[in-house]
């Protein structure tokens, strides 16, 4: 079956075990993540996703300690609610140190703390003996890396690899290096305070006698280092830990917080604020979103602009460093083996030895279809958060060519809407956000014939245009604005023609080469909402099929109707249930005016949530139908923590709440606010409006949302329209 996929699909995730099966503990910070089992271990499995990664490498795949020769028994593993930290307990299985002396289980406590930080991951291991007599201690810690390129872990196959350079042992360490085919040398540098008693191949051996009731402390960084590069500073474990807290207190300043009557709610929206700031990486341009963690920890064209969408309301400087970011990125010439045309905006850009030799495209690739629209709607919605008319002046020549890109390129056979067809056969064949193999068929079940035109995208370049109109005309340009609005038009008039299906009560998926629509119930026709292209009556009628039993779980929205020839709940993108589509639903939704819908929405994916760890939305998780008392079917190589499912949460509430930020007009309104039954309040604190700063309280009435002013400074108004 795998082998089947992979000759439709060569980038599928191959999954020889479930990521939801053996549960595992993650960090990210920069450029490097860690994936480990519950007792902090990394176990060499290939295909598998533990391990220390950076730049798209993993440096370090095995790392196992032992207390003597067994494994020491868990007693508990936990993230710091703001991901900062792993805290894992630990203590010893019976023992027998000899023929007289047995230890019961529980005598050591075994504490393993880590973090990370510039490329380095520290641990600190605490041992403390509270048995009665001295505790000879012998811990043995078994380290290897295969530097592996992400996608081998991912399970791709590779003819060729560069060549393991000669172990490096010291006193206090190990030095493990590669030189890859791209001539570049990874190494991986170990090392132990205080020094180990015995430095071996394969990793260290610590021996101590730990008095009663005393304990002891190791420390050990495992960093990882891309040569050539200016030579590392090593920090100790409480440096690091200092300065990586003082970077996290500082990306969060900006934070708008909300709190509210129900703590469960709390808990999913801090932990949701917590994944997106361990997500965020900084870029020269500014914060950068990376997609998720295991597969995706790049940054994403997409992605990063629907989770800065997701965002803007709590934190405007996000969408600032997405726009930077891929105005800086942004195509200029015709590669067809990167997808890439002038003015398009990137889709992925990856690091690894595999990108940079060009086995995989995806170094810089640019094959979607729909971030360029939707960077000119972040830019748009950015200016009217922000009033950052500086930034928007340096931005419109990027916007004039994403513009550009989409009357030209984006429609060269002329058909009148934007369309994708792959330029090379290495790329990817959809390149919507639905882009596995099988995601666009008509409804017989035949894959649909490129080039394709997918519902979403004709509402993205729809509110695209009308965003790009309001910027020209603040720049003074009046006769762009005018043309780009009658483009909108036009467009609107055309797709309600061509997409509109009386039968489905919905629109088609997508139109083909040949202009047929694929006459296919699918959650893309929520995104006709979201764009505003959708004729009011008829996007209610879409607006109302999807909370059908059809469509709607228990749990949310899923991505294609139970009636469809393809549906299955637990494919990837044909029946499973996917946070940030629900909640760009449901924001179109409210803007059509239908509160009930969005906070059904809204009350699904909560729900969803209390039964998942950590409060943590993963990425998709199964379409099956709500059952009593039980939770949502994990999805089985979903990534999680993942960007744009972290921030559904903030968008959902947005969107119930009417709220709307515009910075010109210094101004906050509330239009038509609702909150469920299991929201009596909200408060939201620290509201940026330019240099003005809010705290506001909403309280739930039987058929009302009030809205008190509890705290401002600077000039802001607050209004309420019901």
Known sequence: MNDVIKLKDQYYIRASSSLADGRTEVLKQGETFAVFDRYGDIHQVLPGPQGLYHEGTRFLSRFELSLGAQRPMLLSAMVKEDNALVRIDL?????????????????????????????????????????????????????????????????????????????????????????????????????????????????????????????????????????????????????????????????????????????QFNHWLNRSMADLHMLISETPQGFYPYAGVPWFSVPFGRDGIITALQMLWVNPTVARGVLGFLAATQATEVRPEQDAEPGKILHETRQGEMAALGEIPFGKYYGSVDATPLFIVLAGAYYERSGDRRFLTTLWPHIQLALQWIDQYGDPTGMGFTTYARQ??????????????????????????????????????????????????????????????????????????????????????????????????????????????????????TARALLTEDFFSGWGIRTLATSEVRYNPMSYHNGSVWPHDNAMIAAGMAAYGDKQGAMKVLTGIFDASLFIELHRLPELFCGFSRRPGEGPTLYPTACSPQAWAAGAGFLLLQACLGLQIDESRRLVSFVRPVLPPFLERVEIRNLSVGTARLDLVLDRHENEVAVRVTRRTGEVEVVLTM
């Open 424 to 541: 090379t056969a290495s790329g990817l064949v959809h390149q919507g956000w639905k882009d596995s193999h099988d995601a666009v068929f008509h409804a017989d079940g035949t894959a649909a014939d490129g080039p394709i035109a997918l519902c979403e995208v004709q509402a993205y370049v729809y509110r695209a245009k009308r965003a790009a109109a309001d910027l020209a005309r603040l720049l003074g340009d009046f006769d762009h604005a005018d043309r780009l609005l009658k483009e909108a038009d036009s467009l609107r008039e055309r797709f309600e023609r061509a997409f509109w299906c009386k039968e489905l009560d919905s629109y088609a998926l997508a139109l083909d080469g040949r202009g047929q629509p694929c006459r296919v119930r699918s959650s893309n026709a929520g995104h006709c909402l979201y764009g505003g292209i959708a004729e009011q009556g008829r996007g209610m009628r």
């Open 91 to 263: 203590t010893n299985p019976d023992l027998m140190l000899d023929e007289q002396r047995p230890v019961p289980r529980g005598t050591l406590h075994l504490c393993r703390t880590r973090f990370l930080w510039e490329g380095t991951c520290h641990e600190r291991i605490r041992v403390h003996n509270y048995g009665a007599r001295t505790f000879p201690l012998v811990l043995t810690i078994a380290m290897d890396t295969d530097f592996a390129d992400l996608f081998e872990a991912r399970g791709r196959q590779r003819p060729r690899r560069g060549w393991r350079l000669n172990t490096i042992r010291s006193k206090t360490g190990l030095v493990l290096g590669y030189k890859g085919l791209d001539e570049t040398i990874r190494r991986t540098s170990i090392r132990c305070s205080p020094t180990p008693k015995r430095v071996t191949l394969e990793g260290l051996k610590i021996e101590a006698n730990i008095p009663s009731h005393a304990d002891m402390t190791w420390e050990i960084s495992i960093s990882c280092d891309i040569k050539p590069r200016r030579s590392r500073v090593f920090l100790s474990y409480d440096r690091a830990n200092r300065e990586a807290d003082r970077a996290l207190q500082k990306a969060k300043a900006s934070d708008a917080h909300v709190y509210t009557s129900n703590e």
